[in-house]
């Protein structure tokens, strides 16, 4: 197993069950032993976890039920340590959990399951990188429709609608589109707020399909916003262009977050990026690794992570520029293809 001190995973959060099992459902747990997988799930699911799941053990089961189930099948198989998702399960699961389980020694292991999905399989990328495709389609599809009086509401709609019919099961997470000084917020909600000639747009979204997330920003303008968030573009631009030369692995998270840290700093606007450089995508838009401040988490060849610098200016606006890549041996590849000027 991942981790010699525990012979059995149960696991419940639906990326981690969509991990192990490569298919999507609303209900259900995973238990993982060195021996046999297996997944427990009601009947609505029945035939579809038959058909797909052959490598694993279906157990169909009443929720009311689930436990003693659970403790049987762990006294089958002679697991003693239990892990579980610290992480996922609320204070009234784990209390379930703790009285069901008290046989068992349950152990926290949500750190080792999310280390299982860090580096991405080339299938992993691929899948990925289609959902990035398609949230480039739609924006390149949308970008007419945005002029002077489209709201950020009536964008953000068109974004959504294209980004489902070119392909993408969901959105990654909801859509930012932020007009003038609403950019200034990182994760402003889209308003009714109308465009104005002169104003910074800020569209920041993902698709999700085949149950892989993609994540991008672009800033851009139709007129022309004032000198300072002109300049702002700029900073932000070869900052993140210094970044993504530089990342490759063997780096840790801190290292590569400073890349593009220490130049906005340079450049006087160090407290005006409040956030950190990028996060790993994959089943989910935000998991591991993170490149920021504080992340000792060395890179290594196929993790997937974002690279977003941003400044922002309250009462001004924002900008934020953001592409996806895969860390290789000696850099990354780039896998957001969208031009990034500031006047698109
Ligand atoms: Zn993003
Ligand atoms: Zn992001």
């Known amino acids: 197993m991942f981790d010699n001190s525990i012979d059995a995973y149960l696991v419940n959060s639906p990326a981690n069950r969509r991990y192990f099992t490569g298919i999507d459902t609303s209900a259900g747990a995973v238990l993982l032993t060195a021996t046999e997988k297996l997944f427990f799930t009601d009947f609505r699911y029945e035939n579809y976890a038959r058909n797909t799941l052959r490598d694993f053990n279906v157990i169909i089961v009443k929720p009311s039920e689930f436990y003693d189930t659970l403790v049987r099948e762990l006294k089958r198989l002679d697991a003693r340590t239990v892990g579980y998702e610290e992480l996922f399960v609320t204070v009234n699961d784990y209390r379930q959990m703790e009285t069901a389980l008290s046989d068992f020694k349950l152990e926290p292991a949500s750190k080792i399951l999310a280390d299982k999905r860090i580096v991405k399989t080339q299938d992993e990328i691929d899948k990925i990188e289609n959902s990035q495709r398609i949230a480039e389609k739609a924006l390149a599809k949308i970008i007419p429709m945005i002029k002077p009086g489209v709201t950020e509401r009536e964008v953000s709609a068109e974004l959504m609608f294209e980004m489902i019919r070119s392909g993408a099961d969901s959105l990654a997470f909801d859509n930012i589109v932020s007009f003038g000084e609403n950019s200034a917020n990182p994760h402003h909600h889209p308003s009714d707020k109308k465009l104005e000639k002169n104003e910074l747009i800020l569209i920041d979204f993902g698709a999700r399909a085949n149950g892989y997330c993609s994540d991008m920003t672009r800033t851009f303008t139709l007129g022309s916003p004032n000198d300072e968030l ?115």
């Open 230 to 344: 002109k300049a702002i573009h700029g900073i932000v631009l070869e900052a993140q262009s210094y970044a993504l030369k530089h990342i490759k692995a063997g780096m840790t998270g801190m290292e590569a977050d400073s890349l593009a840290r220490e130049y906005i700093r340079a450049n006087g606007y160090g407290k005006e990026f409040g956030h950190s450089l990028g996060h790993g995508v994959g089943i989910e838009i935000h998991e591991s690794p993170n490149l920021s401040e504080k992340s000792e988490i060395v890179l290594s060849p196929g993790m997937v992570v974002t690279v977003e610098p941003g400044i922002y200016i309250n009462g001004l606006g924002g900008v934020r520029i953001e592409d996806l890549v895969v860390v290789r041996e000696d850099d990354v590849l780039n896998l957001t293809n969208f031009n990034k000027n500031l006047y698109l």
